[in-house]
Structure formats: structure tokens, C-alpha cells
């Protein structure tokens, strides 16, 4: 039997524990022989433990971490969990063994449908559920004890966690815990051999991609000068850039009568302009195609770990014929290739459009414990009803892009639906 597994025998022995932060605030945290568990509760308690999260990023190795980052939890925190706000409360639990810092899992509660759900930290922005871990010690005893207490620490009616990445370390312990599982759709993503140029990537493409992408460049130049560019957050134009992605992002979502949960939010431009100038291992930035010095297409991105990850991507509809993201997202891989990463992700929801370059995926699972009767309710009614109906609905929408008047109804519906609180 694991020392984590045993815990629950001598907790009456065990007594929570003060943590001085040096900031002065005492909190408490769940100890178990040498794994100790701390919570983070809010933006204050997130910015006091700035530098012990951005170490452990540095020694973490996992990609697919990118939405547990300082820099993504911090903005995200800035504008959905200030006091008044109280629809989402931060539990963000550090793992540590001795006095080493193992693991740090990004997790909130949110009040959807009457049920407290503790849940993926920035859903629906947040597009992969994970955990930071350090990579030269083995994080699993320490997951498995904050997997049994998490909620209990957050009070909540059920925990529902996902998607989890098919290699994360998160997938063993839930499974070793009976969670209940359910697939989600995997991650699309295009990688390449170290030392692979753009002139032999291109050759790895179908022949017709090959000439889609000649023909396009060739009818672009056409109509002027263009240029490829990339921002990062530090840059003066990357607040307005992504002002303007958004705006082109939701002008597409209302002529394709689509729902997007995460764009329909308030404060969402607040978020993605709000990442700090932190020295992190995953940094946001953009990647822009210029037409004449004009912007045309824009792709919103956070890298790290030498993977780019395509979070949002949209482009101006006047030249919409020119098929401007098609090419800038063949520009964006070339220029990670030079830039010395090894591989662009398009995150998940696969579809045609990523298909194109995509010769890698990774399954995407998702684990929910009702923990009450409340949470047991919610279960039924959300993950087996409500929510398949809502995928059916979005599906449906793609079709009846014709019909404005329709494709509002029903996306004012999904909206009501999606409704915290």
C-alpha cells in the first residue's frame, strides 16, 4: 500500500499546518507524512506565490500543461475572480514533498445549475485540463492525496475534470480513484523532425496542399506586399492586435450563426490583452499576416516548451476569398520551425481545416464523481442531457448559417443554458 493511501488512517494525527508566505495571510494546508497539500484561494494568494509557480514551470517539461502556466491562471484570475465577481473561486492546490514543490493544480468552483463544481481553472478558456509537475520527481502519491481531498478542501457537489491529455500524469490517479470517464475530442497537431526545413516539411504535405498553398501565396501577392509577423506581449501593438482578432473572431461566429461560450463572456478582452511581463515558460503572443502594412489575418498564441498553441485564430472577411488564415497558418508553422520549436497545435475539436497539417493527435479524456446528491443530480442532467443536446445544437447551427434570424434564437438558448449561477 502507498504512503499516500494510507493517509487516511492517521489524519486524526495530522493537523492542518500554517504557511507563511511572507506576505503576512496564514492559510492552511492538508499534511500527510511528507506530501503536504496548500490551496490557493484568490488573485491575492496567486501573486504571493508568483515565484514558487514560475520555478516549478521551469522545471516542468509537459507542453500540454500551457493553460496551468503563471501567465495564463494570473490574467485569467485578474478578471474572473475578483471578489466581486464570486461566480468562480480559485482553488489552486501546490503539491509539495518536504520542502520541494512537486505539482501545481489549477482548479476553480463555479456555481453552474445550482451544484458547486470544481472544475478545469479558466474553463472555457482554458482548453486542456493538466497539472505543472516537477520533472525528476514522481508526482502520483502527491496527486492521489489532493485527487481525495480536493473536494472536500473546495466544498463542492462534484468534481469534473477535462480534457485531460491522453499522457498526463492527471489520467492514472484519476482512474485509480473511480472516476467516471468519458472520451473528448483529441488534439491536432503538427510536428516535425529537429533540423527539418520549410522546403522539406512542404514536400511532407499532399500535392494538392502543396499547390493549394503556391496558389494562394501567388493571389495575395497579387493584391500587394505582404508580410509576416509576431508579437509577443511585451510588444506595444499586442494589446490592439488582439482587440482585433476578437472582434474579426466574433463577426465569423454571428455570419456562421455559431456559439462560442468563452467569446460570449464579459471581460474577454480584458483577459487576453491582460498577461503580465513575467519571465515565463509559457508566454502568449501573436502571429500576424499583413497585407500593404494592414493586418488580414491574426492568430492569438501561448508557447512554450518548443510547442505553439493556436488558441484563436481569425482573419478580416474582406479577404475572405484570399483565404488569408489558410496561409498565415502555413507561415506561422514555418516560422516555428525557424524559431527552433518542434511542433504547432491547433488544441482540440478536429476539423477539416486542421486536418491539412495535422499528423499527430492525442486523446482528450474526461473524468466527473458526483459527491452529493446535488452533484449526482447535476451529473445526470448536464453531462448525459443537457450537454450532448448542446453539441447536437452547435453542429446543427453550422448547417442553418443561412437562416440569421434562427441561428440567434438558438444561440441565445445555448447561452441561458451555459449560464453560471
Known sequence: MSETFAYSAQRAADKAAPIDDGAGDEETAIVS???????????????RNAFRWIELERQSKDPHAVFQGFAWCEAWAEVYCKAQNGSYEPRIF??????????ILPMMVETHMGARVLTLFGEPHSQLANVLTHSDIDPTDGLRLCIAEAALLASADVMALGPIPNDSPLIAVCEDHGLSKDPAESISICRWPNGQTVDEHLMT?????????????????????????RFTALNAEFKSLVQLALVWKKEWLERNGTFSLGLSM????????????????????????FLNDEPISISVNVTGFGVRHSYLSAHNHQFHELSPGTLATHMAIHESMKSGENAYSFLGFPTTFKAIWTNQSVPLWRYHNALTLRGKIWLVVWTRSLRPAAKRVLTYLRKIAEWPVLGKVLNGFLGLLSKRR
Do not use: C, H, M
Not at 507524512?33 to 501573486?47: F, H, P, Y
Not at 503539491?95 to 520541494?100: F, H, L, Q
Not at 474577454?268 to 499576416?289: I, K, M, N, W, Y
Open 33 to 47: 507524512g511528507q506530501w503536504r497539500i496548500e490551496t490557493l484561494k484568490s488573485l491575492a494568494d496567486i501573486r
Open 94 to 103: 501546490f503539491i509539495s514533498r518536504g520542502t520541494t514543490l512537486v505539482a
Open 205 to 229: 504535405l499532399s500535392k494538392n496542399s502543396r499547390k493549394n498553398f503556391n496558389r494562394k501565396s501567388r493571389l495575395i501577392a497579387e493584391e500587394g506586399s505582404v508580410r509576416f509577423e
Open 266 to 289: 464579459g471581460g474577454v478582452d480584458a483577459f487576453l490583452e491582460g498577461f503580465s511581463g513575467r519571465d515565463t515558460s509559457f508566454q502568449p503572443d501573436v502571429d500576424v499576416l
